[in-house]
């Protein structure tokens, strides 16, 4: 198993510009979650979702839109870059069933300038 | 909504013990415990539902008081390997993740 993979690892745009960061996961897993880690700080969720055709905010939505088509990706994209979007992005996925929750995988992180 | 870690910050000496703390404003349903190295991603160590139930493996245990939304990590005999920042992520009962401030761990010979 690859885990919990995400494209590109590092990418510098213009302010601007539009992209989507790519996150596959491979372990079957219902739950898919995009946070950002700003320097020196915690991460915080942007986008998350329970399982395929289903999305919902967290605590840092805008400027981003999320999809879910299928279980395994979650595309995060990114419309209209601004500096303050510069940061870490990583994507991490669990499973969480009635009673049995596990813990969150996450991708070794995309790293985006926006300059 | 972000849950509050302390010590910010702690100096450790190989062999000596570390308790991180982190509490949050909202009633949890789970609590979980991640370290990170710099420039990797967060690495799983423990999770812990409600219930006050303490959990642990080696040397690194955590316990979780339900009523008053508090968790606390525990770090015995302390490793080099140890060193990191560890944040705690909490989970009240609407499916929002918060991670905690976070915590710089260092442990030196």
């Known amino acids: 198993n690859a885990g919990v993979t995400q494209t590109p690892k590092f990418r510098i745009l213009k302010i601007g510009q539009s992209m989507t960061l790519q996150c596959t996961q491979d372990m079957n897993h219902n739950y898919m979650y995009w946070y950002r880690q700003d320097p020196g700080m915690g991460l915080k969720l942007i986008y998350y979702?329970?399982?395929?055709?289903?999305?919902d905010k967290g605590e840092v939505p805008n400027g981003y839109n999320v999809s879910r088509s299928t279980t395994e990706d979650f595309p995060l994209r990114l419309e209209l870059a601004a500096p303050s979007q510069t940061s870490v992005y990583f994507c991490?996925?669990?499973?969480?069933?009635?009673?049995?929750?596990?813990?969150?995988?996450f991708g070794p992180g995309t790293r985006l300038l926006v300059l | 909504q972000q849950p509050v870690q302390s010590p910010q910050a702690v100096i450790l000496r190989e062999g000596e013990d570390a308790v991180i703390n982190c509490s949050s404003s909202?009633?949890?349903?789970?609590v979980h415990w991640y370290r990170q190295k710099h420039g990797e991603a967060p690495v799983f160590l423990m999770i812990?539902?409600?219930?006050?139930e303490q959990k642990g493996h080696d040397k690194i245990s955590a316990s979780f008081n339900e009523k008053k939304q508090q968790s606390s990590l525990y770090l015995t005999a302390s490793q080099l390997s140890y060193s990191g920042t560890y944040f705690c992520?909490?989970?009240?009962?609407?499916?929002?993740?918060?991670f905690g401030t976070g915590t710089s761990l260092t442990v030196i010979p």
């Open positions: 991490a996925s669990s499973f969480r069933g009635l009673i049995v929750e596990e813990t969150q995988y």
């Open positions: 909202k009633a949890l349903y789970s």
């Open positions: 979702s329970v399982g395929a055709g289903i999305t």
């Open positions: 812990l539902l409600k219930g006050g």
């Open positions: 992520g909490t989970e009240n009962t609407g499916n929002q993740f918060y």
